[in-house]
């Protein structure tokens, strides 16, 4: 009897977690992709997750949306304000020290938060139940519409990526850009006009997340991008950075770790697993679970 | 090396002279009590500063986890005052051991990486130890560590930002400190040319995370509590964006960002959202214009530094 209902938790927890790990595999994948074609730790990211959740409560209090439409808009905002941000401050810096470009990150990131904070106060809002939450209970495990739908969307939107990456011709210049840059430009293609894309795609999928999450938890403010906004980039980094199904892998093996540790830990540990994956990935494989060793050259 | 004798101490006739200025000007009461407090924590925060400045800009280890080490001298300081009544001299001392000895065992392993991976690396560690401090009840936990004596004022926090300082120079300027750089330039070099270079990483790391721990100690002494909440990620930020400001693997440039930013967020105290929308901007104009941090280049501003002298220049602007 012990075992069995120790079994239950144990994959209600796996249930849990999964949903959890979707959302931050969408967040990953924008950080993994922007990674990859210019090798900047976009810091923004987590933020831009955030508007994507304030633009959906907008939608659907305001304009009384109803969820998908919501957010598709919300993605198209983030998309917009992504590209934005990589014209206005990212792109200036294309050829300064890496650091001075990682620093402009975190001076974006602060002004979205607390130009947020300014602009929408700071006081955490209700997010409206656009999706009627049922519980199914499926052998004692207890799996809400909500996490069905979360997971669901995920998916989709992941498909839709992998087929705009693997298929499509904007997908292939993608990956010869972040493949090598100067090539790809001798080959006559638009680096910039790539990059461009490439923050759109990412910050659509937060933008989603964002959504997402405001369904799931309820209540959106101003700073909810930061720690999901690290814990996704650590996800990119334990898939491997850089490569679009190690987010993927990386974002649900985190989402799996933290609802285990909640669930049979204690959750004011959580935020430490997330980062002793991370050390522990960086110390035995830097390049991620799927990444390949590269030799550094003299 | 007597030229370099001398003019350390005509720097430090005039650190004194500064340090006595400013004393009077509080005893008298020209300097408020809130801007005695900002002075206060402008010394602490050149401390943080230079010695993040040792790692990432004349080592070329790019860590941004220092708030972590911090936060482990303020704690380690506080138990010895709080729980064991001892001195507080003594209490700096360990708290910046601590920090420094938690800096050595981090720093080994994960000083292998380079780059991006290291500042996560980093990063997580920080947030490792915060989470760590926040579950030991001993130490207060999620509430903090109430009731600390108030043994820092602008004596103490002056005089050890001093020592700090001179410590830092005549390291950076000694066969370890050229090492150091050397491997900043171009590390597969400096090991071609017999340097070994975890050991100069590690030392610098030590040092860094020790002057970190007591730069948490004289904080924690301060505020008369240690919490948590102090030390996240985002003052990792903050004591980067000083250095990066500056400019990197520029002391007087980190004292200068410093400087700076202490004053915006001083000035405009009263509207602390509006306080943090300027910051980022002025932190992304920066960048926009000058990359390279205010005092650019690091050979000039290396030799500008041994003309002017760090601790003069941080404080005669610090008033």
């Not at chain 1, 923004?44 to 439409?69: E, Q, V």
């Not at chain 2, 401090?133 to 560590?145: C, E, F, K, R």
């Not at chain 2, 066969?175 to 597969?188: D, F, L, V």
């Not at chain 2, 650019?296 to 530094?305: A, H, R």
Request: glycine content about 12%; some cysteine.
């Amino acid at each position: 009897m012990e075992i069995q209902s120790l079994f239950q938790q144990l994959l209600q927890q796996l249930v849990n977690g999964i949903s959890l790990g979707s959302i931050y595999a969408l967040i990953a994948l924008g950080y993994t992709m922007v990674y990859g074609i210019i090798r900047l730790i976009n810091f923004a990211h987590g933020d831009i997750y955030m508007l994507g959740a304030y633009i959906g409560f907008f939608c659907t209090t305001a304009l009384h949306m109803a969820f998908f439409p919501a957010l598709i808009i919300a993605m198209a905002g983030a998309a917009i304000t992504g590209v934005c941000i990589e014209r206005a401050a990212y792109r200036p810096l294309r050829k300064a020290p890496k650091i001075a470009v990682l620093i402009t990150a975190i001076g974006v990131s602060l002004f979205l938060e607390y130009g947020g904070m300014l602009v929408l106060s700071p006081q955490p809002r209700t997010f409206p139940e656009v999706f009627p939450d049922k519980i199914y209970n499926v052998g004692g495990i207890i799996i809400g519409s909500q996490q069905m739908l979360i997971l669901a969307t995920s998916l989709v939107l992941m498909v839709v990526l992998t087929y705009i990456v693997q298929k499509t011709k904007v997908g292939k210049a993608m990956r010869a850009v972040s493949f090598d840059a100067d090539a790809a430009r001798l080959m006559g293609i638009d680096v910039d006009r790539i990059i461009s894309f490439t923050f759109a795609i990412g910050s659509g999928l937060a933008g989603a997340a964002g959504v997402l999450v405001g369904v799931y938890y309820n209540s959106i403010d101003p700073l909810m991008g930061i720690m999901p906004g690290i814990k996704a980039f650590v996800a990119a980094v334990l898939g491997g950075i850089g490569i679009i199904p190690g987010a993927m892998l990386g974002g649900i093996i985190m989402g799996i770790v933290e609802a285990l540790i909640s669930g049979f830990v204690s959750s004011t540990f959580r935020d430490a697993g997330a980062f002793a994956i991370l050390i522990i990935i960086l110390l035995f494989k830097p390049a991620g679970l799927l990444g390949k060793n590269v030799r550094e050259k003299v | 090396m007597r030229e370099k004798r001398k003019e350390d101490l005509m720097i430090f006739a005039g650190c004194l002279a500064v340090y006595a200025a400013v004393q009077t000007l509080m005893a008298t009461g020209v300097i408020g009590a809130y801007w005695e407090r900002t002075i206060v924590y402008l010394c602490i925060y050149i401390i943080l500063a230079t010695s993040l400045n040792l790692i990432n800009g004349i080592t070329g280890q790019f860590s941004i986890g220092h708030a972590g080490f911090m936060a482990v001298g303020a704690y380690a300081s506080a138990v010895l005052t709080v729980k064991f009544g001892l001195p507080y001299l003594l209490a700096i001392v360990v708290g910046g051991a601590a920090a420094g000895l938690l800096g050595f065992v981090i720093g080994l392993p994960t000083l292998r990486l380079s780059g991006d991976y290291l500042a996560i690396a980093t990063l997580g560690l920080g947030e490792i130890i915060r989470i760590t401090i926040l579950n030991i009840p001993y130490i207060g936990g999620a509430s903090g560590l109430m009731g600390i004596p108030k043994y820092t004022n602008f004596t103490w926090a002056f005089f050890i930002m001093l020592f700090v300082l001179f410590f830092i120079k005549n390291f950076v300027n000694s066969t370890h400190g050229r090492a150091c750089i050397s491997i900043r330039e171009n590390e597969i070099a400096a090991e071609a040319m017999g340097i070994n270079t975890t050991k100069y990483k590690v030392l610098a790391f030590t040092l860094g995370a020790s002057f970190a721990g007591v730069a948490g100690a004289l904080f924690s002494h301060y505020t008369y509590i240690a919490h948590p909440a102090s030390f996240t990620f985002m003052q990792s930020f903050n004591i980067l964006t000083m250095v990066v400001l500056g400019g990197l693997g520029s002391m007087s440039g980190s004292i200068i960002g410093a400087i700076l930013l202490m004053w915006v967020s001083a000035f405009f105290a009263s509207w602390p959202e509006l306080r943090m929308v300027i910051y980022s901007l002025v932190l992304i104009l920066l960048m926009l214009y000058r990359p390279q941090g205010l005092l650019g280049d690091k050979e000039l501003s290396l030799k500008m530094f041994g003309r002017l002298g760090g601790g003069q220049r941080g404080t005669s602007q610090g008033n």
